[in-house]
């Protein structure tokens, strides 16, 4: 089974790179990614990380990259539908992912009825 999230190198320069966030060392989507790439599970990944990660672009989650953010949170759904079915492991690790992506409500019940629809 493909594990949802990869390691990338972040855009360097150009438009790409300011829309993902990029600020020379790489950027923001790519460092979460990572984060959460290198992590045996999603709950293992602090939001202090991720909030440093984002402090350290000067971007505020909650607000900017929306649609990378959802497109992170459908990743792993989709993953963790593979088998047709959501663990109870894939639940929480599920709802630790919102939090750390700051998504809200709105955000996660589209991602859920367009995977379904996929599905």
Do not use: W
């Not at 990660?53 to 607000?63: I, T």
């Amino acid at each position: 089974m493909a594990q949802p999230f990869e390691l990338r190198d972040a855009p360097k320069d150009g438009p790409l790179a300011r829309l993902f966030g990029g600020r020379g060392s790489g950027g923001i989507v790519a460092e979460i990614e990572s984060l959460l790439a290198h992590a045996p599970r999603v709950r293992e990944v602090s939001p202090e990380s991720v909030a440093e990660v984002a402090a350290r672009h000067g971007v505020d989650l909650g607000v900017r990259l929306r649609t990378a953010r959802r497109n992170l949170y459908r990743r792993f759904l989709e993953h963790c539908l593979t088998d047709g079915a959501l663990s109870t492991d894939e639940s929480a690790d599920l709802v630790h992912l919102r939090a750390l992506l700051r998504l809200e409500n709105d955000d996660v019940e589209r991602v859920h009825d367009d995977v379904a629809i996929a599905v």
